[in-house]
């Protein structure tokens, strides 16, 4: 299709997205957090690569932290994202 374009989104955080005890010190994991390689160019290529990573997350119940943050492995660019479900649809709040 013309104007179409297509990026790869590799999730690269270990165990997850989840930082472990033996990541924090800590006697619990905290979610929260995903690390993501992606060929995505533009801030709005980026934020749809995000927000697809957090829905997936949120979706399969794999983090239900109030928010996830999505950070980019090549240059650190950090979203933080609520994914919600309504009447059966997807969307992505970023709050402030």
Not at 6 to 24: K, M, N, Q
Not at 39 to 65: I, P, Q, Y
Not at 67 to 81: H, K, P, S, V, W
Request: hydrophobic share 40%; aromatic share 6%.
């Amino acid at each position: 299709m013309p104007g179409t374009r297509r990026c790869r989104i590799d999730i690269v955080t270990t165990s997850p997205g989840i930082l472990d005890s033996e990541a924090t010190g800590l006697n619990e994991t905290i979610p929260g957090a995903a690390t993501i390689s992606s060929s995505a160019a533009g801030e709005r290529e980026r934020f749809g690569a995000a927000a697809a990573v957090a829905s997936l997350k949120r979706s399969w119940a794999w983090d239900e932290s109030p928010t996830i943050q999505i950070t980019f492995e090549d240059g650190g660019r950090a979203f933080r994202l609520n994914p919600v479900v309504e009447d059966g649809v997807w969307s992505v709040d970023a709050p402030k």
